[in-house]
């Protein structure tokens, strides 16, 4: 197969095949840009179906780390890592450390954190061997307790507060008091959200395919529960995607009733054209890369001394950027997506 040709290739500066036969380890390094800074994102463990299909997540996934890090004003490039394998049944100690010296041997271009089928305690297994891996630091929290590498309160304070600025921008209220959301998926990042946006006054609607998920958001946020087909056609005021990508799609869109699409899932629309579909119909798309910034921005300041103080203002700078692109998008008007994407490449392009 062809790589530097692939659509998805973009411009990537160097991409690592790594392969230890004594452990099994096949694994694909993605370093999309570095002219911020060195090129941060999640290691998947994922038992890909071929090398192609692992190829195209990796490239895909890289690139939208430069993105997603330039316009959250961080000093970092953007990278992903794919290990092809099934992590309950291929991972073992070996592995990693294979993984580990693989890290090594880029020498800090590539720095790696958790993903789907990685967990925090593998980072932290990884941590002991190189220091190029983040996400791994225990951190203080409100309650005078420490939390783990888990950067979903800050991916949740993101949404939530990029939700507000959407609600501006469209609605024209500076509060969320009564307004109507439907959150797709309550897990970690959806029932955090949830929470903020009940004690905010707004009202709910949640979906999940995990019912103690859903008692635990009706018995304590009072939220409306409804089938995972029936949350698009809520009459709602905003759609939280906070569970699958590609939710934004031919199939969807005609159902919705909301005027602002604004959650944390990853890759939300299923193509570009979906975006500009969105814009047709007068529905605010928060571009997700924007809103659900707040996990990378929590995962940066790991690396540079962990601020409470500073790290809360930085996600809450989610705010005002998501209102600048929505100001571009309706002065211009383009799709909000492509006006994200314009002002990251502003940043990190030489
Ligand atoms: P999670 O697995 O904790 O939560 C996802 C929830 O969605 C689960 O409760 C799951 O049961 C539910 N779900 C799965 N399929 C569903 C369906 N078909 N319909 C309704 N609900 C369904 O994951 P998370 O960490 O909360 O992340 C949520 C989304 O946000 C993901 O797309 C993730 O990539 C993205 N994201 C997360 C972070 C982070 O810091 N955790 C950062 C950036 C982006």
Redo the contacts with the bound molecule.
Sequence with gaps: MSVFSLRDFADHEQVVFVSDDASGLKAIIAVHNSNLGPALGGCRMWPYASEEEAIHDVLRLSRGMTYKSALAGLKLGGGKSVIIGNPRTDKSPALLDAFARALNNLNGRYIAAED?GTSVADMKYLAERTAHVAGIVDKPTDGGGTRSG???????LGTFVGIKAAVKAQLGRDSLDGVRVAV?????????LAQQLHAAGAKLWV????QD?LSRAEAELGAVVVA?DA?YAQDVDVFA?????AVINDQTIPQLKARIVA?????QLAEARHGSELMRRGILYAP?YVI?????I?VYYERTGFDRAALLAHVEGIYGTLLEIFERASTEQRPTGEVADALAEARFKR
């Design positions: 789907s888990d950067p979903s309160p800050a991916t949740a797709q998926g309550v897990g970690n990042v959806g029932f955090d979906t999940d395919i995990h998920n995972p949350i995607p906070c569970a699958l990508g959650g944390a899932s990853n890759n997700d659900n910034a707040g996990g990378i929590d």
